[in-house]
């Protein structure tokens, strides 16, 4: 639905098929009235046009078996379920796959971690990406500068909140307004999927022993965004002004992450496909505290998913994307 809405005025791209399995049959600006200017642009149960690449938001489990087909026959798939995400199938099988072995294995190796700012080169020639979860991508940036540059010791912690739409709209269970309504809570404290997402790809980012991770996601009553406030034990002794200029460093050819002067707020992110970041040295206490922003349907999903279209069909990585939030 993200998407559709992005790519209506991207240069480059078009969308040439819609599937889904409910909405089969009826106009895409039927099924979701905000998108009424496709006009008479069907949703069927297949693709029954010729494609050049693939977003997938299946259900994690069937966006693997649904995608390999596909990417056997040439065609790029950028698949925003988390079925690609960790490298290991015994990973899979542990966090995400509820026991259930990993249904293609043997495309595993060759996927590619889409977060460009850490893998712009490999996404260029990728066959198959798996799109970061919303949580992991505002998590890694906002602790990536400070990891690779060896500042943090070996523990990191992630208190991140999401917004209600973070859970999808097929999800089922309490998220109706009388449920989360001035209430917040956390979840799958400890055991959350995101957890040895968000340690893997720091692990990547130095050759010392990862930081372990401790993830902790609370639920908020508010519709977008993703807050992550991430606390690290200073390796070192560091300045303010040497933290700020590592990450400036870090994130100087990247159009979509801006290391910001203030904290930033979720509605700074609202609509766009920004991730704002904010170190901090408490040198009291010798810890980092770095905060990151973003919004959880762009950034988070569908706009990092046509970024990254947008690197592996050889496109300007902006196109589409050069947008400003939407406030208040």
Same mark, same amino acid.
């Given at each position: 639905?993200?998407?559709?809405?992005?790519?209506?005025?991207? =240069?480059?791209?078009? $969308?040439?098929?819609?599937?889904?399995?409910?909405?089969?049959?009826?106009? &895409?600006?039927?099924?979701?009235?905000? &998108?009424?200017?496709?006009?008479?642009?069907?949703?069927?149960?297949?693709?029954?046009?010729?494609?050049?690449?693939?977003?997938?938001?299946?259900? /994690?489990?069937?966006?693997?078996?649904?995608?390999?087909?596909?990417?056997?026959?040439? $065609?790029?798939?950028?698949? $925003?379920?988390?079925?690609?995400?960790?490298?290991?199938?015994?990973?899979?099988?542990?966090?995400?796959?509820?026991?259930?072995?990993?249904?293609? =294995?043997?495309?595993?190796?060759?996927?590619?971690?889409?977060?460009?700012?850490?893998?712009?080169?490999? $996404?260029?020639?990728?066959?198959? #990406?798996?799109?970061?979860?919303?949580?992991?991508?505002?998590?890694?940036?906002?602790?990536?500068?400070?990891? @690779?540059?060896? &500042?943090?010791? !070996?523990? #990191?912690?992630?208190?991140?909140?999401?917004?209600?739409?973070?859970?999808?709209?097929?999800?089922?269970?309490?998220?109706?307004?009388?449920?989360?309504?001035?209430?917040?809570?956390?979840?799958?404290?400890?055991?959350?999927?995101?957890?040895?997402?968000?340690?893997?790809?720091?692990?990547?980012?130095?050759?010392?022993?990862? %930081?372990?991770?401790?993830? #902790?996601?609370?639920?908020? %009553?508010? /519709?977008?965004?993703?807050?992550?406030?991430?606390?690290? !034990?200073? @390796?070192?002794?560091?300045?303010?002004?040497?933290?700020?200029?590592?990450?400036?460093?870090?994130?100087?050819?990247? %159009?979509?992450?801006?290391?910001?002067?203030?904290? =930033?707020?979720?509605?700074?992110?609202?609509?766009?496909?920004?991730?704002?970041?904010?170190?901090?040295?408490?040198?009291?206490?010798?810890?980092?505290?770095?905060?990151?922003?973003?919004?959880?349907?762009?950034?988070? @999903?569908?706009?990092?998913?046509?970024?990254?279209?947008?690197?592996? &069909?050889?496109?300007?990585?902006? @196109?589409?994307?050069?947008? =400003?939030? #939407?406030?208040?």
């Amino acid at each position: 639905m993200e998407a559709a809405r992005l790519l209506w005025k991207h =240069p480059e791209a078009r $969308i040439v098929a819609a599937t889904g399995r409910s909405l089969a049959g009826q106009r &895409l600006g039927e099924a979701f009235p905000h &998108l009424a200017v496709y006009g008479d642009f069907r949703i069927t149960e297949d693709i029954e046009t010729e494609v050049d690449i693939i977003f997938s938001a299946l259900p /994690t489990g069937e966006s693997a078996k649904a995608c390999a087909p596909y990417i056997a026959q040439g $065609i790029k798939c950028i698949d $925003i379920a988390a079925d690609f995400r960790l490298r290991e199938p015994g990973a899979f099988e542990e966090w995400i796959g509820g026991g259930e072995p990993h249904p293609t =294995p043997e495309l595993l190796n060759e996927a590619v971690y889409g977060l460009p700012e850490l893998n712009r080169e490999r $996404i260029k020639s990728a066959r198959v #990406v798996a799109n970061p979860g919303c949580y992991p991508a505002t998590s890694i940036l906002a602790l990536a500068p400070a990891v @690779a540059a060896g &500042l943090v010791g !070996p523990q #990191v912690v992630v208190d991140a909140k999401s917004g209600i739409s973070g859970a999808g709209r097929g999800s089922g269970g309490t998220f109706g307004f009388g449920d989360v309504n001035e209430d917040v809570s956390a979840y799958k404290i400890g055991s959350h999927n995101h957890q040895p997402e968000i340690q893997q790809e720091l692990a990547a980012l130095r050759e010392a022993p990862a %930081p372990k991770v401790t993830f #902790v996601p609370h639920l908020v %009553p508010m /519709t977008r965004g993703i807050h992550a406030t991430c606390y690290a !034990p200073l @390796a070192r002794a560091v300045s303010q002004s040497e933290v700020k200029e590592i990450y400036r460093e870090f994130y100087k050819g990247a %159009p979509f992450t801006s290391v910001v002067e203030k904290p =930033p707020h979720t509605k700074h992110t609202l609509g766009n496909n920004m991730c704002l970041v904010h170190p901090v040295v408490d040198e009291r206490n010798g810890m980092l505290v770095a905060v990151g922003a973003l919004d959880n349907l762009v950034k988070g @999903a569908a706009g990092q998913a046509i970024e990254n279209m947008n690197l592996m &069909l050889g496109l300007d990585q902006s @196109a589409g994307l050069d947008l =400003p939030a #939407v406030f208040p």
